[in-house]
């Protein structure tokens, strides 16, 4: 008599395909399936007890291991609403970070940080779109100066997100071009995909990590 001994494969084959939801309750259906094989099988030749615990044991260690996933996935939520309670204080402040800044008709404050070995440096002044509005040379220091928002002709920029970008020149060539630090307004703190995001005046966004300062708003 040919006894198919499937309950083994079957069982096998759980941990594998169930949710982390019916992890428990297929638990269960193992170890009534487990009994079953047990009734079952050929009494010439029996499974080994050793297969039995086998089973059992990598079964239970499933289990766990989706519990306890679902325990870290539980205390990362935690952290990441108590990370945002704890920076609600920054919404009304000033962050410095390599983000585009808003331009209102105000001057912005720019502190550009070229590269020691250059000869010059430039600064490159683009709109939303990515086009260059201006380019002017700046001295090979970090000292600040404000950007007035006007061309060279006179003509004042349109309000919206303008990003500065310095390039370090040296026997005419670029060795180093970086985006600059703007002070911003932040309004908005946010969680996304657990990271803490910072929405700044004009709708430019920057991950909290990426902030090297902070301020109160400047009159």
């Known amino acids: ?3 198919t001994q499937n309950p083994v494969a079957t069982a096998a084959a759980i941990p594998s395909t169930a949710k982390s939801g019916e992890i428990s309750s297929d638990f269960e ?3 009534r399936m487990l009994t079953v094989q047990m009734e ?3 009494p010439l030749n029996p499974v080994d007890s050793t297969d039995y615990a086998v089973q059992l044991a990598t079964f239970s260690g499933v289990e766990q291991a989706v519990l ?3 325990l870290l996935k539980s205390l990362t939520s935690q952290m990441n609403s108590n990370g945002l309670a704890g920076m609600a204080n920054w919404v009304g402040k000033e962050a410095r970070a390599a983000a585009p800044a808003y331009f209102d008709g105000s001057p912005i404050s720019i502190t550009p940080n070229p590269s020691v070995i250059a000869d010059r440096a430039e ?3 683009r709109n939303e779109n990515g086009t260059e509005v201006q380019r002017m040379d700046i001295p090979v220091s970090d000292d600040k100066f404000d ?5 060279d002709g006179g003509i004042p920029f349109e309000e919206g997100l303008y990003t500065f970008e310095v390039l ?3 026997n005419d060539e670029v060795i180093e071009q ?4 703007i002070y911003s307004k932040v309004t908005e703190v946010r969680s996304e995909g657990g990271v803490t995001i910072l929405v700044l005046e004009g709708g430019a966004t920057v991950a909290s990590d990426q902030v090297s300062a902070l301020r109160a708003p400047q009159v």
Do not use: H
């Open 147 to 151: 950007w007035a928002g006007v061309s």
């Open 178 to 181: 970086s985006q600059v630090e």
């Open 29 to 31: 259906t193992f170890l």
């Open 40 to 42: 079952n099988q050929d």
């Open 168 to 170: 370090s020149i040296a």
């Open 68 to 70: 306890t996933n679902d």
């Open 1 to 3: 008599m040919e006894i």
């Open 123 to 125: 600064i490159v002044i």
